[in-house]
Nanobody
Framework: QVQLVETGGGLVQAGGSLRLSCAAS????????MGWFRQAPGKEREFVAQ???????????DYTAAVRGRFTISRDNANNMMYLQMDNLKPEDTAVYYC?????????????????WGQGTLVTVSA
């Protein structure tokens, strides 16, 4: 069992920055990856970024094309923290952002391979 709590969302103007944090607790040693997903109103939840947490791919990162070069994912395993630095935000980044943990050992960005989820934090980017 892994519990996740994400914070840091808010309202920001286009071009601004936000930093999201995800605090993990419980059996964090069972996770192979930690990542971020987002869901905009009326849209499907989509993958944003992932970082390897344990196993052979620890430290590996992956980003969806829409955020690559603007967002940076990082981790602090010792303190069970994961972060998403979001720079040069665009209105299309507006969504509820979710922290999630992957327990499947094979690298995957599929939502179904992530077994634990936070409650979400809202990011709103105005034009």
């Amino acid at each position: 069992q892994v519990q996740l709590v994400e914070t840091g969302g808010g309202l920001v103007q286009a071009g601004g920055s936000l930093r999201l944090s995800c605090a993990a607790s419980g059996r964090t040693f069972t996770a192979y990856g930690m990542g971020w997903f987002r869901q905009a109103p009326g849209k499907e939840r989509e993958f944003v970024a992932q970082i390897g947490w344990g196993g052979w791919t620890a430290g590996r990162t992956d980003y969806t094309a829409a955020v690559r070069g603007r967002f940076t994912i990082s981790r602090d395993n010792a303190n069970n923290m994961m972060y998403l630095q979001m720079d040069n935000l665009k209105p299309e980044d507006t969504a509820v952002y979710y922290c999630a943990a992957r327990f499947a050992s094979s690298w995957s960005n599929k939502e179904t391979d992530f077994g634990s989820w936070g409650q979400g934090t809202l990011v709103t980017v105005s034009a």
